[in-house]
């Protein structure tokens, strides 16, 4: 059987969900980065200026 829980065990969150300051700066770089790949492919490609004859 379970021990029934506590005060202190109650209060204290899960250490899965926690939001950390690891975790926020991992998330924080990886949309960083994928925010500059796709503004990376959105860009027009720079071509030589071709006049019609």
């Given at each position: 059987?379970?021990p029934e829980?506590?005060?202190?065990?109650?209060?204290?969150?899960?250490?899965?969900?926690?939001?950390?300051k690891?975790?926020?700066?991992?998330?924080?770089?990886?949309?960083?980065?994928?925010?500059?790949?796709?503004?990376?492919?959105?860009?027009?490609?720079?071509?030589?200026?071709?006049?019609?004859?």
């Amino acid at each position: 059987m379970a021990p029934e829980p506590t005060a202190e065990t109650a209060q204290r969150p899960s250490p899965t969900r926690r939001l950390n300051k690891r975790r926020l700066i991992r998330w924080a770089a990886i949309g960083g980065a994928l925010i500059l790949a796709v503004l990376a492919c959105w860009q027009d490609p720079v071509y030589a200026p071709v006049t019609p004859p």
